[in-house]
């Protein structure tokens, strides 16, 4: 279990006077799980991470996923009876008004989880579920890259790509919930089998840092992850740049149709693999502005992600925000 500081000051938007008190966020990834107390400027204390382990199933998970919550609030300074409420992100299919994850592609076997009301039960604290993209999504916009635009994308490219789109200022959910999934748009309908969704083709497929990191090992690098292939096509190695330029054209060509669909004021693109910063992000942008239709498409944002790894935490305590409303500033259930 790693600390990640005391502090992560992580935007400025201001707050609801009604809703002074801290909430709880809880981020549940394929790879690690994080715990943080956000207050209603989107700033975490106690900002705590640890292995995600999923195949040791919900049970343990969930009782680690709490303790490390229980760790949040003790390193943030706060007294337990402070915390208004909790927010969950997690990845779906999940049920977001009942708080149950259905069957989560990166937790196999992680079935009919009532995590909502286990994690009520556990805090004696209303909680609220959200999937963890569009609560991602919910965090740029409120505090993040995206404070003060109406229609935004957002994308994670990490182990897997997900997104959430913001409409009119309003988180554009679905009809139950589980709207959004950005990263199983089509590139390429004869392509690749996505891990995630099985499909072939999917902008998951080609984006993801598994994706990148696979095929460079199938074109004979020896490389661990996508930050190594990022690294030797940036030296000037030509079989990692052939891997990143397809890299960047997929991505364009997902950012490109996603464009042409909501027409956003701006993109913003989180995630491990956002960390190559403008060596992924120029090539993208140019790509994009070349190929999408209309005046807009051809001069829209393209930005890096502003909240770092807090991104799952904060985005899940905006919901609980939004969520829980009145109920998160007095702590009712």
């Not at 201001?14 to 799980?33: E, F």
Request: aromatic residues 4%; hydrophobic residues 45%; proline residues 3%.
């Amino acid at each position: 279990m790693t600390s990640v500081g005391a502090r992560a000051a992580v935007g400025g938007a201001g707050a609801h006077p009604s809703r002074s008190r801290p909430v709880l966020g809880l981020d549940i990834g394929g790879t690690k799980m994080a715990a943080g107390v956000v207050d209603a400027d989107g700033r975490v204390d106690g900002f705590v991470v640890a292995p995600t382990d999923a195949e040791r199933g919900p049970r343990d998970g969930l009782e680690r996923l709490f303790a490390l919550g229980r760790r949040a609030v003790t390193a943030s300074g706060a007294a337990t009876e402070e915390i208004a409420g909790i927010g969950i992100g997690c990845g779906g299919p999940l049920d977001s008004a009942r708080g149950v994850l259905i069957a989560p592609l990166h937790l196999p076997g992680w079935t009919d989880v009532p995590i909502a009301d286990l994690a009520a039960a556990s805090f004696d604290l209303a909680a609220v579920l959200e999937n963890d993209a569009t609560a991602a999504a919910a965090a740029e916009h409120r505090y993040g890259a995206g404070r003060g635009t109406r229609n935004m994308v957002y994308l994670t490219v990490s182990t897997g790509v997900g997104g959430g789109v913001v409409i009119d200022g309003r988180l554009f959910r679905g009809s139950t919930g589980n709207g959004g999934e950005l990263g199983h748009v089509t590139v390429d309908w004869h392509g690749r089998r996505c891990l995630g969704c099985g499909r072939r083709g999917c902008l998951e497929a080609y984006a993801s840092g598994t994706s990148i990191a696979e095929r460079a090992r199938e074109q004979g690098m020896d490389v661990a992850s996508s930050a190594d292939v990022a690294a030797a096509a940036l030296a000037g190695d030509v079989v990692a740049t052939r891997v990143w330029d397809e890299t960047c054209e997929a991505l364009a060509c997902g950012i490109t149709s996603l464009a042409n669909l909501f027409e956003p004021e701006l993109v913003v693109i989180g995630g491990g693999v956002s960390r190559a910063g403008e060596q992924l992000l120029g090539p993208v942008r140019e790509l994009v502005h070349a190929q999408a239709i209309g005046p807009h498409g051809r001069k829209v944002g393209i930005v890096q992600a502003a909240l770092g790894d807090a991104v799952g935490v904060v985005g899940a305590a905006a919901v609980a925000y939004e969520r829980l409303g009145s109920g998160a500033a007095s702590g009712e259930r």
